[in-house]
């Protein structure tokens, strides 16, 4: 069955670092969304991404934050100075059409900021 | 207010019996769809079950299955014959198509489920 690739599956950085997480999403989905679980608490919405550019943003996805999809493969979530907050899990998810059925997850990626 | 609400932080059920987790919505659109996954200890996000809101039949999937009851903005995940590996943390989430080209998801709290011999 396809799947969401995302790497790395954890990583650690410092406070202020820049971060790049990446994913692979079902080569023939359209849609691609990132969204962030800080540890224990409920899944957000971060950004969504069709036809090459950005669709929505959350309040979350502030100037920090940028999505690419450079090669029409990977698709990347940029944190450019990370901060303790940014701490969380970061799923990618892509979905081939809005109609009925799922969008496929990404098994994520562990981000902490020391 | 919440768009999606789910009541129970946590539930116990007994191997081999149902369970029913609680979900409510809250929209005013008149097209959206209804998802339910489940995030294992391992913490992926696993797709389990859809409703579309002009969908007449609950949805089925093995043994998981939804009472939607548009009515009362109630979409509930059903799982019968609980298993051991069915622990795991639980989330009800919703698509509206107002929201944007792309059409996100908007998830609730979660429901830890924890399947007992």
């Known amino acids: 069955e396809p799947e969401v690739t995302q790497t790395p599956s954890h990583q650690v950085t410092q406070m202020g670092q820049e971060v790049i997480l990446r994913c692979v999403p079902i080569s023939n989905h359209l849609y691609f969304y990132w969204y962030r679980q800080i540890l224990g608490q409920k899944v957000e919405f971060l950004v969504s991404?069709?036809?090459?550019?950005?669709?929505?943003k959350s309040e979350i996805f502030d100037d920090q934050f940028s999505v690419e999809r450079p090669d029409g493969s990977n698709f990347t979530l940029k944190i450019r100075s990370t901060k303790l907050e940014d701490s969380a899990m970061y799923f990618c998810?892509?979905?081939?059409?809005?109609?009925?059925?799922?969008?496929?997850f990404g098994s994520g990626t562990r981000l902490t900021v020391v | 207010a919440q768009k999606i609400t789910q009541t129970q932080p946590g539930m116990f059920v007994q191997e081999k019996e149902a369970v029913t987790l609680d979900c409510t919505y809250d929209t005013s659109d008149q097209s959206y769809g209804l998802f339910w996954y489940k995030q294992p200890s391992s913490g992926e996000m696993i797709f389990l079950i859809y409703?579309?809101?002009?969908?007449?039949q609950n949805a089925t999937e093995g043994r998981y299955s939804l009472n939607f009851q548009k009515a009362r903005k109630s979409a509930n995940l059903v799982i019968s014959a609980s298993q051991l590996g069915d622990s795991a943390m639980y989330f009800c989430a919703m698509r509206e198509f107002n929201t944007g080209t792309a059409s996100k998801l908007t998830f609730g709290t979660g429901t830890r489920l924890q399947v007992t011999l």
């Open positions: 991404f069709y036809n090459n550019e950005i669709s929505e």
């Open positions: 409703q579309g809101s002009y969908d007449e």
């Open positions: 998810a892509s979905t081939i059409i809005l109609g009925a059925g799922g969008y496929t």
